[in-house]
Each structure stands twice: as C-alpha cells, then as structure tokens.
C-alpha cells in the first residue's frame, strides 16, 4: 500500500514518528511533508497528498498540522478526497467504515504520539462498509 504524508511544524515529529512505524509495516510512504520545526505554511505540504490521492498516486494520505483543521479543510478542497480529522481511533475507524475517508488528518497539539500510532493503524486497517452509506457518500461531492 502507498501512503502519502504531509505535515507543517507542529507535525515534524509525529511524521517522522509514522513513517519509521509504516515502513517497518512494509508500507511505500511518500513524504511531502517540512522536516523541520520552523513556521511554514501548511497548504504547501497537505497539497501535494491531497493531489496523489486524487491522482490515485496513493491508496491513502496523512496530514499532520496544530490543530488538523486547517490541513483538513485544504485536503477537502480536492475532487474525490474525503479527509477526516480525527483525534481518537474510534473516530478514525468511523471515518473509513462510514464515509470512506481516504485521507487522515491529525491534530498534533491535542493527541500523544501512541495515540496518533494508534489511530494510523486503525484507519489503514479498516475498510469501508458501502451499504447504505455508500448512497451517503456519493453524496457528498458538488456538481457544478
């Protein structure tokens, strides 16, 4: 499976974190993300994994910034992306069996990092429940 990652400053260190832990998995992961703890704009890193999930480039994203909405909100800006911000496994898991979330999105400053590990591997494990949500998520893009 092929991941793509993104972060801003405020997720430097959970990127590093999730990436060693999805390529001991096995996992191709492509990094777009800041490697450092400097002030950076976090449209500039969460675009280009919202772009290889629309292009299929990627099976799944993870987007990492302060809060995960501001990254959340740039990712949903891309046709056939469906990202959630989620803080628990819990909610990651709904996020993909509901809605067929294909992008994570973390909110750094409000999760510990085994939860952010956690909440990765649950969202890359569990799969979508189609049924009467797939009508629901069909739904969901505009048509112009």
């Not at 400097?38 to 449209?43: I, K, L, Q």
């Not at 959340?72 to 709904?94: D, F, P, Y």
């Not at 429940?129 to 048509?143: A, D, L, M, Q, Y």
């Amino acid at each position: 499976m092929k991941i793509s990652i993104g972060n801003d400053h405020a997720g430097t260190e959970y990127k590093f974190a999730v990436i060693k832990h999805l390529e001991a998995k096995g996992f191709t992961v492509t990094n777009y993300g800041t490697d450092s703890n400097e002030s950076v704009d976090y449209p500039d890193y969460v675009h280009p994994v919202a772009q290889d999930v629309e292009t299929k480039k990627a099976d799944l994203g993870i987007i990492i910034c302060g809060s995960g909405n501001g990254a959340n909100m740039t990712a949903n800006k891309h046709q056939g992306v469906r990202s959630a911000l989620c803080w628990t496994k819990e909610i990651g898991a709904l996020a993909r069996q509901h809605n067929n979330a294909n992008i994570l999105s973390i909110p750094a400053r409000f999760t510990a990092l085994q939860q952010v590990l956690e909440m990765v591997d649950t969202f890359l494990e569990t799969e979508f429940e189609g049924g009467r949500h797939e009508n629901r998520v069909n739904k969901i893009p505009v048509s112009c």
